[in-house]
């Protein structure tokens, strides 16, 4: 990483107080609404009530991913700064689909995307980004009980044809061939 992308995501981190998520990279909730959704009022499999909204600044390195993972809802990502970053998806049928947020929008980078909720998705910086600072909106507002975190040997029994990109978005350290 060039020291002008590595001082930039430093002080990103510094000023944002970012801190590590379980998927990967460095996250902070900056909004989580006051208003609240009953659990009666929520789709099946939700397990409580939800605030309406919420809202999250994250950040990943160029050499780091965000692990494929789903929640519940719908999520928006929104590119502020930095490198593109490509965002790979996994619908419920097997369908893989991948985008580049980022801010060539002539190129087909998109600066904001809305992952469907119950899609398996992770995301990485393209080579040579350095870093990409992004938002991240979801709504109903976003539990840790909603967030289900990918497991490589399950995701490749569920989706075999996409082996690569399971290997390569998780970081289990068990051997697969």
């Not at 780091?64 to 990502?77: G, M």
């Not at 490749?156 to 697969?176: C, G, M, N, W």
Request: hydrophobic share 40%.
């Amino acid at each position: 990483m060039k020291w002008e992308d590595q001082k930039l995501a430093s002080a990103i981190v510094s000023r944002y107080q970012l801190q590590t998520h379980p998927e990967g990279g460095f996250y902070a909730e900056t909004y989580r609404s006051s208003a609240v959704i009953p659990h009666q009022c929520l789709p099946d499999g939700f397990t409580g009530d939800r605030n309406v909204s919420t809202a999250i600044l994250y950040l990943l390195l160029e050499n780091d991913f965000s692990a494929l993972h789903r929640i519940r809802q719908d999520e928006a990502w929104h590119f502020y700064l930095g490198g593109a970053l490509q965002l790979v998806m996994i619908s419920p049928e097997g369908i893989l689909s991948e985008i580049i947020l980022g801010q060539d929008v002539t190129a087909g980078e998109y600066v904001q995307y809305v992952v469907p909720a119950g899609y398996w998705f992770g995301a990485r910086p393209v080579a040579g980004a350095g870093f990409s600072f992004l938002g991240c909106t979801v709504a109903p507002g976003f539990d840790f009980e909603d967030f289900e975190l990918g497991v490589r040997a399950t995701l490749l029994e569920l989706f075999p044809q996409h082996k690569a990109v399971i290997l390569s978005y998780t970081r289990d350290d068990e051997k697969t061939s």
